[in-house]
C-alpha cells in the first residue's frame, strides 16, 4: 500500500498524529498479513521509507506490536458477530477490525466511540465500498461488550 496519509500544512494536532498513526498501523498491519513478514522489520521499513513527522510514532508502534501480538484473542473477541470465519474476511476490513478491537480492548483511555469511529473511518479510507458499516456494526457489538460501564455512564449522562 502506498502512503496516503494525508498532509495538512502547518503543525498537526494530536488527533491528527493518532489519525496518521492508525493509518500507517492499518497499512504495515495488511502488509504483515500478506507478506508474513516479521513485524519489526515492517515497522523499521515504514519508518524510513515514509515521512513520519506528523505521526505519533509511540502509537504506531504500539498498534503494531498490540495487535500482532494479541491478533488470536482479538479475532476471538470479535468471533461471535461475524457473519462468516475470519478466514474469509478481506485482509484490509481484518486489519481495520484488530486495530479497533485492540483500542477497545486495550486502550481504554481512548473512548469506545472514538476507538470505533477511527475504524470506521480507516474502512472508509482503505476499505471496500460498504466495509465501513461492517466493520462499524462489529466493533459496536464487541464495544457493548468489553465497553459495557462506559456505554452505560454515557447514555446516563455521567
Known amino acids: ?48 521509507d515514509n515521512d513520519m513527522s506528523n505521526t505519533d510514532t509511540q502509537l504506531f508502534g504500539e498498534l503494531l506490536r498490540g495487535v500482532t501480538g494479541a491478533a488470536t484473542d482479538l479475532d476471538e473477541a470479535y468471533r461471535p458477530f461475524l457473519d462468516r470465519p475470519v478466514d474469509d474476511l478481506d485482509p484490509v476490513e ?11 480492548v486495550h486502550r481504554l483511555q481512548v473512548p469506545y466511540r472514538v ?3 477511527e475504524s470506521v473511518e480507516l474502512a472508509k479510507v482503505f476499505g471496500a465500498t460498504e466495509s465501513h458499516k461492517y466493520v462499524n456494526g462489529i466493533l ?19
Open 1 to 48: 500500500m502506498s502512503d496516503t496519509t494525508p498532509r495538512k500544512k502547518g503543525k498537526p494536532n494530536l488527533t491528527e498524529m493518532r489519525r496518521n498513526a492508525r493509518s500507517f498501523a492499518l497499512q504495515a498491519l495488511y502488509q504483515w498479513s500478506i507478506a508474513g513478514q516479521p513485524i519489526h522489520e515492517i515497522e523499521a521499513q515504514f519508518r524510513v
Open 94 to 104: 481484518l486489519s481495520v477490525l484488530r486495530i479497533g478491537a485492540y483500542e477497545l
Open 115 to 117: 476507538a470505533i469511529n
Open 140 to 158: 459496536d457489538k464487541l464495544a457493548q461488550r468489553v465497553r459495557a460501564a462506559e456505554i452505560r455512564a454515557r447514555r446516563s449522562g455521567q
